[in-house]
């Protein structure tokens, strides 16, 4: 069922598809590696009990989902705003931009998994239905976050390196364009969603 949850596209998907395009390889794996950074937080968070917290609190729920729709919307945003230049890029260019663009693609996918309060519920909702209530939960609450973040990151490693396979014929101009206007309008419409959950 975890693995299910996993290749189901989300906001993660859609930044690692981003970077692994824009950047390459590394970039992807930085991102991959920047997601199960938030994962592993929201594991700590929910074992200690912050996650229920934060889910009972109508307002840290709030303040949370709008900063993770605001940080969706602007990578969105940024990513459609970058489709204006695409024809006009030069090869030095880009391999110039691509060197620093890979320096945020870590900051990105963790603050796009840090940031989405539906994961800290999915910790909170799903993974307790397999824990024994009467006795220390502590421990398994763990073990099972963590087996999560491994699979997590198991699924990505293989998604990025498939990306990248493939990247020659994703990396024409064409299909380039499409697949960033694709991921931009994705990225924005995942944002307006998030801000919209109640």
């Keep these: 069922m975890c693995m299910l949850l996993i290749i189901l596209p989300g906001p993660d998907t859609a930044v690692s598809t981003k970077n692994t395009l824009v950047v390459g390889r ?6 991959m590696l920047g997601s199960c950074c938030g994962l592993l937080i929201h594991t700590f968070a929910a074992v200690v009990g912050l996650s229920a917290i934060v889910v009972k609190s109508a307002y840290l729920f709030a303040v949370i989902k709008y900063v993770g729709a605001v940080y969706l919307c602007y990578l969105g945003i940024k990513t459609l705003w970058a489709m204006r230049n695409l024809h006009n890029q030069q090869l030095e260019d880009a391999e110039e931009s691509n060197k620093y663009t890979g320096h945020s693609c870590f900051k990105q996918g963790f603050l796009t998994n840090v940031t989405n309060p539906k994961v800290a519920v999915f910790f909170l909702t799903f993974l307790p239905q397999f824990v024994d209530g009467t006795s220390n939960t502590f421990g398994p609450f763990l073990m099972m976050g963590l087996i999560y973040t491994g ?28 697949i960033e206007g694709l991921t931009g309008a994705v990225l924005v419409g995942f944002g307006i969603k998030l801000a919209l959950e109640k």
């Design 151 to 178: 699979l997590t990151a198991l699924w990505f490693v293989f998604y990025v390196y498939l990306l990248d396979k493939i990247s020659a014929f994703m990396k024409k101009p064409k299909t380039k364009m499409v």
């Design 26 to 31: 590394v970039g992807g794996l930085q991102t």
